[in-house]
């Protein structure tokens, strides 16, 4: 797995506190400890992006920047033009959205998209501050804030959006923002991080810790779950907490080679209108302290059945792992992955994953799964 990628990257936890409502059947449903190997099979299907791709030209790439709807559609953020690029089942580009400048309809800096039940697009743009809308014909429609400003978000049926709150100096909290006052639906403290030198034209960089877990999360219609760095993964329908699913399975012990090895050539940072910059690992590794044990979770993913694909934290290089979780009985094995990395799923379940080619460029790859 790549070093950390952004700025927004640098957090770690050191407690969490509730705040959703709880449904009565609320409890905790423990896994097995040992993982349970799975021998699903991923037929690769088709991919887009990456360096002999011109249509899609792509520097950074995250989950944030993926969207499907229900038509099997994949909706892709493509900041070097500033437009929304989609694609049909078959990977064939159908149509984009947007194009750059500060007018109705036009983008100035997407960060996140999200395609709602009624086949609105929204497009989340830093720097006009606003969530643009589209509606399904690609018809400009009334932009608007949410309150507070999210880093990202997914829309429920109920008309509620879910996402990380931009976080303050010392947590980050997953919220509901609605007509009513926003709901906390998950909060986590993260520790100071160290001041470097300026370094890529930023004049305060702040180095937090080397493997410090931050808050992962995904939700798919109205099933939200999240996690704070250990084996336990938290179960929502809309904001009521349903369950946690847990596993005793212990964090692996973090090491200054480990960090030496995930931090490869040091760290990317992307900034609206600049081109990528590289902060040295070893200015890096002379600030920042590491965490003791690595995150259980890199990332989550809910798949069209409601199953959950917990992405397992690995160093730089190393194959993947996920886990696998049914969001009421549990957890049901672990799935090897290779160079795959679970990002999104189409309607018609074929998984999207995020991946970069032998030069380094982001691509997305589609794979079809069987299970045995």
């Given at each position: 797995m790549?070093?950390?990628?952004?700025?927004?990257?640098?957090?770690?936890?050191?407690?969490?506190?509730?705040?959703?409502?709880?449904s009565?059947?609320?409890?905790?449903?423990?896994?097995?400890?040992?993982?349970?190997?799975?021998t699903?099979?991923?037929?690769?299907?088709w991919?887009?992006?990456g360096?002999?791709?011109?249509?899609?030209l792509?520097?950074?790439l995250?989950?944030?920047?993926?969207?499907?709807d229900?038509?099997?559609?994949?909706?892709?953020?493509d900041?070097?033009?500033?437009?929304?690029?989609v694609?049909?089942?078959?990977?064939?580009?159908?149509?984009?959205?947007?194009?750059?400048?500060?007018?109705p309809?036009?983008?100035?800096?997407?960060?996140?998209?999200e395609?709602?039940?009624?086949?609105?697009?929204?497009?989340?743009?830093?720097?006009?501050?606003a969530?643009?809308v589209?509606?399904?014909?690609?018809?400009?429609?009334?932009?608007?804030?949410?309150?507070?400003?999210?880093?990202?978000?997914?829309a429920?049926?109920?008309?509620?959006?879910i996402?990380?709150?931009?976080?303050?100096?010392?947590s980050?909290?997953?919220v509901?923002?609605?007509n009513?006052a926003?709901v906390?639906?998950?909060?986590?403290?993260?520790p100071?991080?160290?001041?470097?030198?300026?370094?890529?034209r930023?004049?305060?960089?702040?180095?937090?810790?080397?493997?410090?877990?931050?808050?992962?999360?995904?939700?798919?219609?109205?099933?939200?779950?999240?996690?704070?760095?250990g084996?336990?993964?938290r179960?929502?329908?809309?904001?009521?907490?349903?369950?946690?699913l847990?596993r005793?399975?212990?964090?692996?012990?973090?090491t200054?080679?480990?960090?030496?090895?995930?931090?490869?050539?040091?760290?990317?940072?992307?900034l609206?209108?600049?081109p990528?910059?590289?902060?040295?690992?070893a200015?890096?590794l002379?600030v920042?302290?590491?965490?003791?044990?690595?995150?259980?979770?890199?990332?989550l993913?809910?798949?069209?059945?409601e199953?959950?694909?917990?992405?397992r934290?690995?160093?730089?290089?190393?194959?993947?792992?996920?886990?696998?979780?049914h969001?009421?009985?549990?957890y049901?094995g672990t799935?090897?992955?290779?160079?795959?990395?679970?990002a999104?799923?189409l309607?018609?379940?074929?998984?999207?994953?995020?991946?970069?080619d032998?030069?380094?460029?982001?691509?997305?790859?589609?794979?079809?799964?069987s299970?045995?």
């Amino acid at each position: 797995m790549s070093g950390r990628k952004h700025l927004f990257f640098l957090l770690a936890a050191l407690s969490v506190a509730l705040a959703p409502s709880f449904s009565a059947a609320q409890a905790t449903v423990a896994g097995a400890a040992t993982d349970q190997r799975l021998t699903w099979r991923l037929q690769r299907l088709w991919q887009i992006g990456g360096g002999e791709d011109e249509s899609l030209l792509l520097s950074q790439l995250f989950e944030k920047d993926l969207a499907t709807d229900r038509r099997g559609r994949l909706f892709v953020v493509d900041r070097t033009e500033n437009r929304i690029v989609v694609y049909d089942s078959t990977g064939r580009e159908v149509r984009t959205y947007g194009k750059r400048g500060p007018g109705p309809g036009e983008l100035m800096g997407p960060l996140w998209v999200e395609v709602r039940h009624d086949e609105r697009v929204l497009v989340g743009d830093a720097e006009k501050n606003a969530v643009v809308v589209y509606a399904a014909d690609g018809t400009a429609e009334p932009e608007f804030r949410l309150t507070p400003r999210l880093r990202s978000a997914r829309a429920l049926p109920s008309g509620t959006y879910i996402g990380p709150r931009a976080p303050s100096r010392d947590s980050m909290s997953l919220v509901a923002v609605s007509n009513a006052a926003p709901v906390t639906l998950l909060k986590m403290a993260v520790p100071l991080p160290k001041s470097m030198r300026p370094v890529c034209r930023l004049t305060d960089y702040p180095a937090g810790p080397i493997f410090a877990p931050s808050l992962t999360w995904a939700a798919r219609g109205d099933r939200v779950v999240a996690s704070t760095g250990g084996f336990e993964i938290r179960v929502f329908r809309g904001t009521t907490l349903q369950r946690t699913l847990t596993r005793a399975t212990p964090r692996r012990n973090s090491t200054a080679a480990l960090a030496r090895q995930h931090l490869g050539p040091g760290e990317t940072v992307e900034l609206f209108g600049m081109p990528p910059c590289t902060v040295p690992a070893a200015m890096i590794l002379s600030v920042a302290e590491i965490s003791p044990t690595l995150p259980a979770y890199s990332t989550l993913t809910l798949a069209p059945d409601e199953r959950i694909w917990a992405t397992r934290y690995v160093v730089r290089g190393e194959p993947g792992l996920v886990d696998i979780y049914h969001p009421e009985r549990g957890y049901e094995g672990t799935l090897a992955l290779g160079a795959v990395r679970p990002a999104a799923f189409l309607s018609n379940g074929v998984l999207i994953s995020l991946e970069r080619d032998e030069d380094g460029v982001p691509l997305l790859v589609a794979y079809r799964v069987s299970r045995n």
